[in-house]
């Protein structure tokens, strides 16, 4: 990992405004999408592929790579331009994206893209797998981390914890699970549907270390990134997220309807333009 200067702070916002408008595209392409969710991820998302996974674009299979598993598969409209955009296939594949014999859907499949390690999108599956993988990785001996992001909604889901409780057991320090700590699922707030709350001191309670950070503090995602401990740890880490449902986007930001939603080319393009503004200004 490189070291973290205000240019490269610079470079990764910059690159966030980027995807978030590649994000607002493909929802008009695909007549609608996982917006909301997909736009509060983006800032760890860039961090991760921009900054801090070791990876080969050319060689997706390269023995020697980071693993990334998106346990939230809905946030497919956020990584797969993310993947195309670091070189595993051209931007031109996502022209039909979740459109008839499209390799891209809603949710992603790793036979048919290019740098996705797990088909997901059944919540709550991600960071079992993420286990497997880790657990992999330490019988090898092998330096790579397995990095799981999920969504707090999906930590409803009873397998969430059971994996959890397998990652202290096994003293998983190369295991990070990543929530996206937005607040909001489908159907409304969290805390009203099934309460999370204290969620760090649970995560703590499951034997892990824990980072609170602020999911669109760019310095402080990368900061936390590399204040990971050793992958031959006796703890895994959780990475807990703080970040708004539909970031960057006045009209959607902490808004519950815009899990999932569509726009016309019209107000796309008002979005992109506010997406623009945002932009921070280049030394």
Not at 34 to 41: D, Y
Not at 187 to 192: A, I, L, M, Q, V
Not at 197 to 216: Q, S, T
Request: charged fraction near 25%; aromatic fraction near 8%; hydrophobic fraction near 40%.
């Amino acid at each position: 990992m490189s070291e973290i200067t205000p240019d490269v702070v610079q470079r990764l916002e910059d690159k966030a405004v980027d995807i978030r408008k590649k994000i607002i595209d493909l929802t008009v392409v695909a007549g609608g999408g996982h917006i909301g969710g997909a736009l509060s991820m983006t800032d760890v998302v860039v961090a991760l592929y921009y900054h801090v996974l070791r990876y080969d674009a050319r060689n997706p299979r390269w023995p020697e790579r980071d693993r990334f598993i998106l346990s939230k598969g809905h946030g497919a409209l956020c990584v797969c331009p993310v993947l195309a955009d670091v070189g595993f296939y051209p931007e031109e594949r996502m022209a039909n994206f979740n459109g008839l014999d499209s390799p891209f859907g809603m949710h992603p499949d790793m036979n048919k893209i290019p740098g996705i390690e797990m088909s997901t999108g059944s919540l709550g599956h991600g960071l079992s797998i993420a286990v497997g993988a880790a657990i992999a990785g330490r019988l090898d001996q092998a330096n790579w981390r397995v990095y799981c992001l999920l969504g707090d909604g999906e930590l409803d889901e009873g397998m969430v914890w059971e994996a959890a409780m397998s990652a202290a057991h096994f003293k998983l320090g190369n295991l990070v699970a990543i929530v996206d700590r937005n607040g909001l699922s489908l159907d409304g707030p969290t805390e009203e549907i099934m309460g999370l709350e204290p969620l760090a001191d649970k995560w703590r309670a499951f034997g892990w270390n824990v980072m609170e950070i602020d999911g669109h503090n760019m310095r402080e995602i990368v900061e936390a990134f590399a204040a990971l401990p050793p992958v031959t740890s006796p703890r895994p880490t959780c990475v807990i997220a703080k970040t708004v449902k539909g970031k960057g986007v006045s009209f959607m930001e902490g808004k519950a309807e815009w899990h999932y939603g569509g726009l016309d080319d019209e107000r796309a393009a008002e979005v992109c333009a506010e997406l623009e503004r945002a932009r921070p200004v280049r030394r």
